[in-house]
């Protein structure tokens, strides 16, 4: 049976979007709880004596900041200029978390320091990615009135400069506390864009948001209605659309409310009623990594709006960068390279600006993979191509085809090609399984595009030895093998071109 959602899915952003948002660098201060995320993994081989319980022989620690410090730093990695508002402990942990939100690019001059307060500490202990245990630290009670009044001056400081968006992350650890929420309807009228990511949404309703992002626990407390539970979340949130952007905007206006549902996506309800609704589909992913991936959400939804970048396309980009933390291990963060990585894979098939694929070059070598370069026309695919590329695709963990647009072609191979345009090209050799990008080249060779690139291996098909290519040099130079593989005589275009006009098969 078909499902109400299927006809709401939100048109794709494409690759190029992630990239706007480190261009155009908007301004966005995030106000909320700032967290310590801990983790501690390793083996479990044996039960302990003194229970039965797992006995984890921890061999990594690490932490991250969680909260609304996942929130800023998230913003940060895809280009934002941030500030981070909140209250920090004075003890080690807090010492840490500001630090690490400095090296994450974070500014947080406008943070707190409290006297005496603990700062919040989330750790899980983890063996063979999946959570065994995790065990929490947190303030003894709600901020001092010091400490309040001092977070309402920061936050007057903060945008008294003109700022692009303001992102909310109550976690209800006190820094959202009824003066703080005063002090920001007060200073209401100098955000553009305010986004609410809060445990307790409705406490923010009297600021009337621009845009509220809860899960969908969240969403039907809003509404004090009983979670679902099951499959049809999605159309449980769709047939209270009314009642959650009324209750969103404090039942006097309408807010617009993205609804995340984990592995079943997000559901976006504007605010104007006449507008409809969309769904974007979530890739799945283990739920023992989706710690964090909703502030990743409510983090690329703000900065892409922020920017510019219209609602429907602005839904279906939070969705991917939340994707691509939930394949991630521990809290992370979704930097524009790896946006920009899935966004194309979600456009499989599509050809890459140079500026993107540098991008995601530069996250995959960050993550230690292999890259394998190749170029060619690929005019009229045949077994031969396929065979190819399978064969250079088995030499690395990223494969990146550029094709010569048609002007080169033309000029390589006569008048009469390219026998299909550059996209028609692109489109089937990106839906090969075994390409992961496709870009193109205007050039007779791709040397400019190789030394941009830097492959760890370039390949060639062909009857040629590595020393023929004019690439080997200058692969070789920037540390790079080149391989030439297996040629398959009597499969080239050209040969097959020459049979149609000749009339034979």
């Known amino acids: 049976m078909r499902s109400p959602r299927d006809a709401l899915t939100a048109p794709a952003a494409p690759a190029a979007l992630a990239g706007r948002i480190a261009d155009r660098a908007p301004r966005v201060v995030v106000l909320g709880d700032a967290l310590l995320d801990g983790w501690l993994s390793g083996p479990a081989r044996r039960l302990g004596r003194d229970g039965p319980v797992p006995v984890v022989e921890v061999s990594e620690s690490r932490t991250q900041p969680g909260g609304a410090g996942n929130t800023a730093a998230n913003l940060a990695a895809l280009g934002a200029r941030v500030d981070l508002v909140a209250v920090l402990g004075d003890d080690p942990a807090g010492v ?60 007057e400081v903060v945008l008294a400069e003109p700022a692009d968006a303001v992102v909310v992350a109550d976690y209800g650890l006190g820094t959202g506390d009824r003066r703080v929420r005063a002090a920001l309807s007060r200073l209401r009228a100098r955000i553009p864009l305010l986004v609410v990511d809060a445990h307790r949404p409705g406490a923010w309703a009297v600021l009337r948001p621009d845009l509220l992002t809860p899960s969908i626990d969240e969403a039907a407390a809003l509404i004090a209605e009983p979670e679902p539970v099951g499959s049809g979340r999605a159309e449980w949130v769709l047939a209270r659309r009314h009642a959650l ?111 993107d694929l540098l991008a995601i070059v530069a996250e995959h070598r960050r993550r230690g993979s292999r890259i394998v370069f190749t ?46 345009p550059l996209e028609d090209r692109a489109g089937v050799v990106g839906a090969i399984e075994c390409v992961d990008l ?68």
């Not at 840490?96 to 005496?116: D, I, K, Q, R």
């Not at 990615?129 to 309040?148: E, F, I, M, N, V």
């Not at 031969?384 to 963990?397: I, N, S």
């Open 96 to 155: 840490e978390l500001s630090a690490l939100l400095t090296a994450a690019g974070v500014g947080t001059a406008h943070c707190v320091t409290a006297p005496g307060r603990a700062t919040a500490v989330k750790r899980r202990i983890t063996s063979g990615g999946q959570t065994l245990a995790r065990y929490d630290a947190a303030p003894d009670g709600a901020p001092r009135p010091s400490t309040t009044a001092a977070l309402v001056g920061a936050l």
């Open 245 to 355: 952007t009324r209750a969103a905007g404090g039942g006097e206006v309408r807010t617009e409310v993205i609804v995340t549902l984990d592995e079943d996506g997000a559901v976006r309800l504007p605010a104007d009623p006449a507008e409809p609704a969309q769904w974007a589909s979530a890739r799945p992913g283990p739920q023992a990594r989706a710690c964090g991936a909703g502030d990743t959400f409510s983090a690329a939804v703000a900065a892409a709006r922020a920017t510019g970048i219209d609602p429907q396309r602005a839904l279906g980009l939070a969705q991917c960068a939340a994707d691509v933390v939930v394949g991630e291990a521990g809290t992370a963060v979704c930097t524009t390279g790896a946006l920009t990585a899935r966004l194309a894979e979600r456009d499989r098939g599509g050809l890459v600006s140079h500026r």
């Open 375 to 420: 170029n060619g026309c690929f005019d009229v695919l045949h077994r031969g191509h396929v065979a190819y590329l399978r064969q250079a695709r088995a030499l690395g963990d990223l494969l990146v085809v550029a094709l010569n647009d048609d002007g080169s072609v033309a000029r390589l191979k006569g008048p009469e090609r390219p026998v299909n």
């Open 438 to 505: 496709v870009t193109s080249f205007a050039h007779d060779t791709p040397a400019e595009l190789i030394e941009a690139v830097r492959p760890d291996v370039y390949t060639k098909g062909g009857d040629y030895t590595p020393q023929m290519l004019p690439e080997t040099p200058i692969v070789e130079r920037l540390g790079g093998e080149v391989r030439v593989l297996d040629y398959l005589s009597d499969h080239s275009t050209t040969a097959i071109v020459g049979r149609i006009k000749a009339g034979r098969p």
